[in-house]
C-alpha cells in the first residue's frame, strides 16, 4: 500500500512559480507518477507523468512551462511549475500506478490570482 502526501501549493501571483512535491510513503513509487489537475466545476486532468526511466509526457498546453521529475532514492515526485496563469488554478493530485495497483494523493491547491 502506497501513501502519497502532495505538498508545495498556495496563493501565486500571475507569471509566478511553485514546486509541488509528492512524497511516497509506505511502499515505493510505482512504474509511473503522474501529476493531474482539477479546477471548480471541471473534470480532473493529466498534467503530465514521467515513468521508472525518466521518460516523460505532458499536456499539451503545460508541456513549456511546468517540468515534472522524481527522485526514486526520496521515493518523492515533483512538478515544477513556472509562468502560471490564473486558469492554473486548481487542486493538484498525484498519482502513481502499475499494471496492476494505483494510488492517489488527497491533493494541493494552487491559486493563481493578483
Known amino acids: 500500500q502506497v501513501q502519497l502526501a502532495e505538498s508545495g501549493g498556495g496563493l501565486v501571483q500571475p507569471g509566478g512559480s511553485l514546486r509541488l512535491s509528492c512524497a511516497a510513503s509506505g511502499s515505493i513509487l510505482r512504474n509511473y507518477v503522474g501529476w493531474y489537475r482539477q479546477a471548480p466545476g471541471k473534470e480532473r486532468e493529466l498534467v503530465a507523468f514521467?515513468?521508472?526511466?525518466?521518460?516523460?509526457n505532458y499536456a499539451d498546453s503545460m508541456k513549456d512551462r511546468f517540468t515534472i521529475s522524481r527522485d526514486n532514492a526520496k521515493n518523492t515526485a515533483y512538478l515544477q511549475m513556472d509562468s502560471l496563469k490564473p486558469e492554473d488554478t486548481a487542486v493538484y493530485y498525484c498519482?502513481?500506478?502499475?499494471?496492476?495497483?494505483?494510488?492517489w494523493g488527497q491533493g494541493t491547491q494552487v491559486t493563481v490570482s493578483s
Open positions: 498519482r502513481t500506478w502499475d499494471a496492476v495497483r494505483n494510488y
Open positions: 514521467i515513468g521508472t526511466g525518466g521518460y516523460t
